[in-house]
């Protein structure tokens, strides 16, 4: 079983990658996307998304590209795989209108013919050493050629699929379809990776039973409850497990913030603190006052104050 963290555009940096490398249980992460268009991109937009490739965590972090051109997306594959990125992924699964509109993530789901050939590239670009993967969605507008998309990715020479058990029109809405996911695993000979609605260990044991995949792609679910992956670790083990406490909860939200501060522009300050907490209130009640004290401020020393006081009270009670 492996379980691997899901590159959320906007809320899961190398920051918060570090910390769920610490907590454990997961296997594998994906950076965020890196658009790539008709040019050939600097090592150092590389490194910004992916400083692992200097700094490495105790597991892989593969660096994710998103395009539509099989050419561009081949050589920046190979550059990326040059700086010391330890696998690539390739991105047909974005939902975003402004990625969609731009020919990048799911709209791609209509042109399986696209995916052979990008897939194809890819994989002769990158020395063989290095995994090529993809994630894609059931579909675009419905779920539909799902399992054409799947196959002709494979026949282009990935390494595994993630599948998001939801069309773009479903956007992020219950529930996942795993079963869809099901059909496609049976019907190719390389892993396959469930991802979609998995917030809890139950969720964990229905996806498995209805997909028949072992492996799963932990997003929001994660981000709300951090040791999710250890509790399903715990589980499938036949053993006890004590979940994580709100005062280790606000340790690391502390930790988060002071690392943070400084990678990003005074004007976005605390935006991915409160992305994160954003999350974290389904399974701690203590995570929505903090937010709501902190949600209109963009000053770090208020941020960071609140943040603390949080912790202090939260190791007092």
Known sequence: MRIYLAPMEGV???????????????????????????????EKMFRRYCPEMSDPLPIPVRVQLLGSDP??????????????????????????????????????????????EIARQVRQAVPNSIPVTAKIRLGYESRTRYVENALALAEGGIAELVVHGRSKTDGYRPPAYWNCIGEIRERLAIPVIANGEIWTVDDYRRCREESGCDHVMLGRGLLSCPDLALAIRADQA?????????????????????????SYPLQFCGNRLKQWLMYLQRQYPQAHTLFETIKKSRDPHIIESAVRDARDLACAA
């Open 71 to 116: 050419e561009m997306l081949a050589i920046n594959a190979y550059a990326a795989a040059r700086y010391g990125a330890p696998g690539i992924d390739l991105n047909f699964g974005c939902p975003a209108k402004t990625v969609n509109k731009n020919r990048g993530g799911a709209c791609l789901l209509n042109e399986p013919e696209l995916l052979f």
């Open 12 to 42: 899961v940096d190398h920051h918060l990658r570090k910390i769920y490398a610490d907590i454990g249980g997961i296997d594998l992460c994906v950076t965020e996307f890196i658009r790539v268009t008709h040019t050939r991109l600097p």
């Open 238 to 262: 036949g053993e006890a497990y004590q979940p994580m406490t709100w005062p280790h909860i606000a340790e690391l939200l502390l930790k988060f913030q002071r690392e943070t501060t400084d």
